[in-house]
């Protein structure tokens, strides 16, 4: 299995800035992406930003040039810097890793983190 811990989130005012992390563990042979996911009460899930092993990147239109996502390799390691925070950032963020493990390495498989709360006020 693989265990994704997260952290970094909290209550800040609108503009203000914060830095999430997701360290993944277990028995991980690749790790081929790693991303952020977002959900605000009564909103779809919607994919923040991901980063592939190789660094290329993708974000979510409403948060370009506001969120860096950046990875660790050698750490299984994703973060995600998150500046001029607004209210409409406000949702519970989950660390999603695409992985290829010890007891299924014919495939991928997606793994989910519990999920950080971040809430910014206006």
């Known amino acids: 299995q693989v265990q994704l811990v997260e952290s970094g989130g909290g209550l800040v005012q609108a503009g203000g800035s914060l830095r999430l992390s997701c360290a993944a563990s277990?028995?991980?042979?690749?790790?081929?992406?790693m991303g952020w996911y977002r959900q605000a009460p009564g909103k779809q899930r919607e994919l923040v930003a991901v980063i592939t092993s190789s660094g290329t990147t993708t974000y979510l239109d409403s948060v370009k040039g506001r969120f860096t996502i950046s990875r660790d390799n050698a750490k299984n390691t994703v973060y995600l810097q998150m500046n001029s925070l607004k209210p409409e950032d406000t949702a519970v963020y989950h660390c999603?890793?695409?992985?290829?493990?010890?007891?299924?390495?014919?495939?991928?498989?997606?793994?989910w983190g519990q999920g950080t709360q971040v809430t910014v006020s206006s």
């Open positions: 999603n890793a695409e992985a290829i493990t010890a007891h299924h390495m014919d495939v991928t498989i997606d793994y």
């Open positions: 277990g028995s991980i042979i690749r790790i081929n992406a």
